[in-house]
């Protein structure tokens, strides 16, 4: 009988033991609305731009959605800053410096457009060829 107890005991337990709590339910939040691309005052989406003084000096401008960019020169030097539309202008800002605001003229059929900045400097402003398709 001693034997059948002992042999009892740990399915009684089993048995009594409450059953084991539910997980609370996680609700399901929606996904957060993406937010609209951000584009410069003439509408320009994040991209690779050829960039090209008056003068003709030329240097590569990539902008990206988050609001940053990274400017190129021909000889490989390199700025990189954040971007932003101000007052109906895009406004360059190089990290550690004072930033530039550009008045930029609508966009052609190819993509491109003049952009003056608030000094009076001129340039003109090009989509890479494999973004000019987007």
């Given amino acids: 009988m001693r034997y059948l107890a002992i042999a009892i005991l740990p399915l009684t337990l089993v048995a009594c033991t409450a059953e084991p709590a539910e997980e609370p339910a996680v609700e ?3 996904a957060a609305a993406e937010a609209p691309e951000m584009t410069t005052a003439n509408g320009t989406g994040p991209g690779t731009y ?3 003084l ?3 000096t ?3 401008m990539e ?3 988050d609001g940053t960019y990274v400017a190129t020169a021909a000889d490989g030097s390199q700025i ?3 971007w932003a539309v101000v007052d109906g202008k895009s406004c360059f800002t190089p990290t550690g410096e004072d930033g530039l605001c550009w008045t930029e003229g609508e966009r052609g059929a190819d993509g491109s457009f003049t ?3 608030d000094e009076g400097t001129t340039v003109t402003v090009k989509p890479r060829a ?3 398709a987007d």
């Fill in 50 to 52: 050829d960039v090209t």
């Fill in 63 to 65: 902008t990206s959605a």
């Fill in 115 to 117: 952009a003056t900045s």
């Fill in 58 to 60: 030329a240097s590569v």
């Fill in 54 to 56: 008056e003068d003709g």
């Fill in 130 to 132: 494999a973004e000019a």
């Fill in 28 to 30: 399901e939040t929606p």
């Fill in 80 to 82: 990189s800053g954040t």
